[in-house]
């Protein structure tokens, strides 16, 4: 056997009986497998040797010819193949934006995104990746810088809250002043209110409002993980909150637009705060930055008003699609514009006066140590006069009104 094949020609059975005078020629052994695999062209053979009532016929309407068997079995998917197809898709739910759809525009077709139920479960994911990135600042870059300050437990559970709502303040401004310049909001402001219901989100919209919403819900479970004294937790629930009612209602209301510039304010002034303090931490008489932060404070509640009364009062008040309708996306109504601007109002009207009664408190302390250290200087007066009348070394020791304690005033510009 040459080449995996058998040396016997193929003679048609009745030459066979022919050539032997009608007998029935003598049963002979197949011919041996050839030694490696299987020899090329034996389907053809069988099915040269199969009778024609057992060949396959395919349909007429279909037209199409049979393969061979092996190359159906090459074409179907192997368990372990279909197993990696459902676990991608499911990494696809959690990982990447859901809902998408084709829009077409002047150039062609965008892939655009609204919300759904599924948004949910890319946040979770998101979470944890926050919780993971979160340690990781924590422990690589505050935590050895909190070991060369040598701060008491007070400050370094505050230098540890702004060292962590630094980083993600200023990756925040970057990434939405990114978006809202890309997107054109700035530089057309009608488009704030243009076209309301804003329903279908560009992709780098969408993914900077799902995680905003997973580090704020990240934050959550961190006040356990870095065991928050429970004098500071009302005040750090308070302030996420806020963020997470603002966020979510741009976001389930359709204002995306006008959320994205809103927060580019508030993140800013935010960071500005947040730098102060870490300055602050690190040197005490450092309070220039807080004069600057308390500027931008006011300036940045001034804008914020002015910028949703003019586009959920006057913008949304004129366009033409005024109606209730939540299977498209519409709030657009009297009752609900009102809410909202309500909401906004009593928000930026409490931070404002949370901000004020500060400002007076810490005016407060700077006057009374003022005042103290001015009256410092005539103690030592008053103790020579004691000394003079009193005799005996223990006079000025046994007066304990006169010992000025080192350390006993606090700091000018102490950060509650």
Known sequence: MGGGKCKEPLIPVHDKRKAQGGKKPPKKLPCPPPPFGIELGSVERARAEMPASRLPVPPPSSGRTFAPRHLYVQDRLSPQEGALEVTAKTAFLF???????????ADGET????????????????????????????????????????????KHSKFNESGQLVVFHLSSVIWCFYVVVTEGYLTNPRSLWEDYPHVYLPFQVKFFYLCQLAYWLHALPELYFQKVRKEEIPRQLQYICLYLVH?????????????????LLQYSTEFLFHTARLCYFADENNEKLFNAWAAAFGVTRLFILTLAVLAIGFGLARVENQAFDPEKGNFNTLLCRLCMLL???????????????SQLRHWR????????????????????????????????????????????????????
Not at 366 to 389: D, F, G, M, N, T
């Open 365 to 416: 302390e700077h006057w009374s140590e003022q005042s103290a250290k001015r009256r410092v200087p005539a103690a030592p007066r008053l103790a020579a006069r004691l000394i003079k009348r009193e005799s005996g070394p223990g006079a000025l020791a046994a007066s304990p009104a006169l010992s000025v304690q080192p350390g006993g005033l606090s700091a000018p510009g102490s950060v509650s």
């Open 343 to 357: 909401l906004v109002c009593a928000a930026q009207a409490w931070l404002m006066w949370r901000f004020i009664h």
């Open 247 to 263: 966020i979510a209602g741009a976001y389930l209301f359709n204002l995306s637009r006008l959320g994205l510039v809103l927060l």
């Open 111 to 154: 892939v655009h995104y609204h919300y759904g139920p599924k948004d949910l479960v890319t946040v979770l994911f998101y979470i944890f990746i926050t919780i993971i990135l979160h340690a990781v600042v924590q422990e690589y870059i505050l935590d050895k810088i909190s070991k060369r300050l040598h701060l008491s437990k007070v």
């Open 95 to 105: 990982i990447l934006p859901q809902y998408n759809v084709s829009v077409p525009t």
